[in-house]
């Protein structure tokens, strides 16, 4: 201690070090924040000499370089200049103050330095210190000190206090201080330059590259990241001196010391809490590796990654050797710099951590002893927060450990900080006192109390039920109220005892077919009453129902009949199964009279399957989920209880019944003799139609996915659902928003919040929205019988607030999934909190347990997704891609570029020397999956993105690239407006007039969106049903613009929907009444490089005579056709009149000698059908018109009545003129009489044929009627829709992707 | 967002899983360090989870 500080001389400016420099750009983000300041009191407990104690102050400050400097920028970057510190009493920053009389002197004193911990300091300049003394007792005295953490790190301090100490007793006892035992600034700084010059450093950066290359991710205990805060929230505790001692004591046994036993226990911690097996935790280390810095007050301290493997086998003994290995390699390399680290690996981002929680362990032996009096050091602030940081003090005064969880503001409340505090501590305890050679499977997180509350108070739903079945409550509530109205479908009203009759004739004709408890029975019936029957006829049997969605391609239901092996399959009509050789019931024709209408006789038990649905399987090949009637019954018993339905209720069923909310709408009013009302096949994407039909059938209880609500809230009339008595949503994360939306919009209403899996019944938790509630909406608690558990990797229940896999356990759970025992003993697991030898299901969902008992859903697990409420599994897309031979690898990706709007993408690398086609891909996969899983958009990479470990990085995947933007510019206002609307809502730069909303990336709920905007904007009415119709800016404007009187081009004969592209073009002709912008859905699918050109009746644009035959119209397009392209192969299509157009039109131009190579009739059938039909009057006329726009007909008599109707509520044709509607009227009653008069002759070809197949009044209409007049074969396709719904998603799909592969087949 | 659970796939070799079954019959995968809940027991293992996987689907048909 007797080196001259001369050695090294003094400069009066020096540069910072690589510490420093961090600090500085930090602070210059935020100049006025006081985060960077640290501070210590130190309780002295003594006689001591106020004005002794300044001098030996003075005295230190003046042998500390670092203390003495302010900080500025220069040309060179920032320098630290060399400052003269006054003496005591002419400006020493030293307040002092006796505080003796004071009620409370220490509360005093520290609130005081509480105030001036909170003021910044001024770098530029200094000092960048402050003492304060203060008398709290005749022997009593705290001696508080803040640095600005730029010059001083932790060992800098005790250096500091140890040496003011030392001055302090010399003085005392009259004696010299001897000479300053530190070193110069000026070589702490060289050495700092040296070492990042040096081949040391090019080793250390080596050395952490290797180390965290592959790193995990360190998502932190509140499971996202933020900013340090001006402030911190600190939480203090002490480890008393007995289980200190007890750490000492594992510490010995396993070879390490007590704070390496800190560590492990704290990377357990997060292990567990994040529910990662990897862990980083970030570990200070001094940056001092040569004794001259030893010497050398200042700032050089750095935090250093410490990488973990964690799992649930690791022993303690293991984990802590890991941490005593990986401490030691550390430290050799402590002095690159962590913020060094994080440029290397490209981090420097915001919210992309390198460690997770700091533990900062502060063994310094303080030491400061004032002439004998005893001493006691207390942190006030460690500086800047960025997470949570633990800090531990070991003052070597006996008193054992202090312990200081400080977490960032932004992430932490002050109780969570206790929470986690509380449980570090008895987990620290528990593993002191255990065996550290047994696996950490045996440790958990939550305290005693907590375990308590999240396993057994929480899950107290205990019920008992009779043990009955899912049809016995429905065939007893039919004995009681045999003549209430049991089922309502359209205009058709059954009982309860006819609806029972014709299920039990039904079901005795299914046990005559082998059907009986224990066996599957297929059911492929759009929506309708005859779905109920048979639904309730396959239980009656005692036989378990399988769904199948015939607009499921042909591929995915015959592998879904194959693994389901069921019995037979009952059908609507014949041939809507694709032959498998399973027998087929059609309904149609079936002669059921002499089966009894009685309950047949079955051995059915609560434990045989009640139906069988499947989801989508990760592993490329859906699964089907076995549920039995125990399960579901459980499931309406708890429903009925908590929201008891009463005979006037009407239950809207809308959900298609593949997907598992349809059981409780089709079952739970009939057991409770209430009404259930179906909507129509298709309907339950149409909000408009959903909005009428609940106010037109007196609807009380449905249920909406939460994005379909969202839509469904847009809608115009949904404020007008009065008479609902209750919503629920489940199938996705309810958004508050939409939670509060529906309570401005229906204020009355009780909104419901349901969650579950198709594996437990639909649903097995429920929460209540209440209009003033914030946050996320939770899922709720569990049902009846149900228990839910939150998880931790060893399996180890999660408290409150710490987010974990979701279990579910109890009565619910289906039984398996059929056919495949190895997935279902992965899913279906030994329940560990449970009765003996029950099972629980393991959801894959990241869920939390609020402290009163409710869940939180967070997300997911896996890559499994919900898209619009639909079970995505990712894998299952995937498979399909990669099978596609023009492909090598694949990846599905639901992207959310946009908030709130997500969309299914599909990314391939091309096979050698293949170049897949994302048209081509998109066909094929609409030929393996179903609509809701074929990606909207794909891209084609030369490779995946890879992560430093070479995993898929599917982050980096890029944003798919649109065309949009290009093309042809805005011609009017409305079009420049409108573009500039689909851009915003899109979120894309610019939008071209002529691209599509859809092609764009836009969906229902985006357009929902665009509505609202293009309202505020023209203020002009219209729905989302018009965007869908009108899908480009062009259109749109033509759609809102042609009412004004504005440019009719939209109204001409000849309209171009897309007049560009190098394809054939596709001719499509007007439906009745004269209009074809009906076609234009067909744009976005048939893809850029298909022109399409409409043709549209005259007497629309202006007055004309209206033509007065078939033939003579025909004529008229043919030769506009010829105008547009001269000659063949033509390509022509038409809906509803439109085919008969289109035959017509084919015939003439093959007789003028042109080739007609496709010809596709949407639903149109030949004049001979219609001839006997009486010609339509106005009224029918009317109500076409009506329809045409998407309306039932409601009250509306006259003409004018209906016009008003369909301007005032929006449509496609809201914005057409009264002339132009009126117009409309005449052309469809024209164009009946002339199709009435019509002789059809031969058309030489094939024919696309399209059957919108739902049940219909018209069942005499049969496209075989065609067969006199196509000398080719009728290639028919049957549309699960109404007629009017032929060209609406999602049936024009369907007709458009086959459409779509006839003209590829066309183009060669 | 990276999270482990002990019934996730595994390409390790080791023998890291068991297979319970209980007195229905029912089987359920289980990880080695976490203790046998009540009313299960080992029926297979320890042995790889790809080997555990193997015997269910041997076992279940």
Redesign the interface.
Known sequence: MTTAPAAVPEVRSLPLTAAQSGMWYAQRLDPDSPAQNTAECLEIRGPLAPVLFAEALHRTVGETDALRVRIEETPDGPRQFAIDIEPPGHGFPLHAADLRDQGDPSAVAYAWMRDDLARPLDLATGPLFRHALFQVGDAHWLWYQRVHHIVLDGFGYALVARRAAEVYRALAAGGDPGPSPFGRLGALVTEDAAYRASEACDADRAHWRAAVADR??V?GLAGRTALPQRTFLRQTARIDTGLTGRIEELAGEVRATWPEVLMATQALYVSRA?????VVLGVPMMGRMGSAALRIPGMVMNVVPLRLHV???TTFAELTRQVVLGIRAARRHQRYRYEDIRRDLGLLGEGRALVGPLVNVMPFDYGPDFAGAPTEAHNLSAGPVEDLTVNVYDRGDGAGLRIDHDGNPALYGQTELAAHQERFLELLGRIADSDPHL????HSLPTAAERTAVVEEFNRTARPLPPTTLIGPIEAQAARTPDAPALVDGGQTLSYAQLDGRANRLARYLVSRGVGPGTVVALALPRSAGLVVALLAVLKAGGAYLPLDPDYPAQRLRYMTEDAAPVCAVTDVPGRLPDTGLPQIALEGLDLSGHPGLTPPRALTPQHPAYVIYTSGSTGKPKGVVVPHAAIDNRLRWMQDAYPLGAGDRVLQKTPSGFDVSVWEFFWPLREGATLVLAAPGGHKDPAYLARLIREQAVTTCHFVPSMLQVFLAEPDAARCTGLRRVFCSGEALARETAQEFARLLPDVPLHNLYGPTEAAVDVTYHACRPGDAGPVPIGRPVWNTRLYVLD???APCPPGIAG?LYLAGGQLAT?YLGR??L?????????YG?????MY?TGD?ARWTADGEIEYL?R??HQVKLRGLRIELGEIEAALAADPAVSAACALVREDRPGDQRLVGYVTAADGQDPDPEALRRRLATALPDHMVPGAFVVLDGFPLSPNGKLDRAALPVPESTAGEGRVPRSHQEETLARLFAEVLGLPSVGVDDAFFDLGGTSLLAARLVTRVRAALGTDLTIGTVFQAPTPAALATALGAGDGGADDALGVLLPLRAHGDRTPLFVLHPAGGISWCYSGLLARLGPRQPVHGLQARGLARDEELPTTMEEMAADYAAQIRRVQPDGPYRLLGWSVGGVLAHTVAVLLQEAGARVELLALLDAYPSDQWRDQAVPDETDALTALLRMAGFERGGELTRADVLATLQREGSALAGLSGRTLSAAVDIVINNARLMRAHDHRVFDGDVLFFTAAAPRAEDWLTPGAWQPYVRGTLQRHDIDCLHPQMTQAPHLDTIAARLAARLEELNG | ????????PTESDSA?HL??A???G???????????????AAEYGPASYAAC??Y??S???
Do not use: H, I, K, Q
């Open positions: 995990p991710e998502p994040t529910g990662s097996f990897g799992t649930p086998a696996p950490l499977a045996a990797p060893a399996l896999e398996g025992p190895a279902t003993a992965t899913r279906f697991v030994a329940d560990l009765p003996p030898g029950t099972r393991r990241l997300g697990t896996d | 967002m990276t999270r482990t659970s002990p019934f996730d890291t297979v319970l209980n007195a229905l029912e089987r359920s995968l289980w990880p080695c360090p976490v203790a046998v809940p009540a009313g299960w996987l193997r269910v689907e076992e279940g048909r």
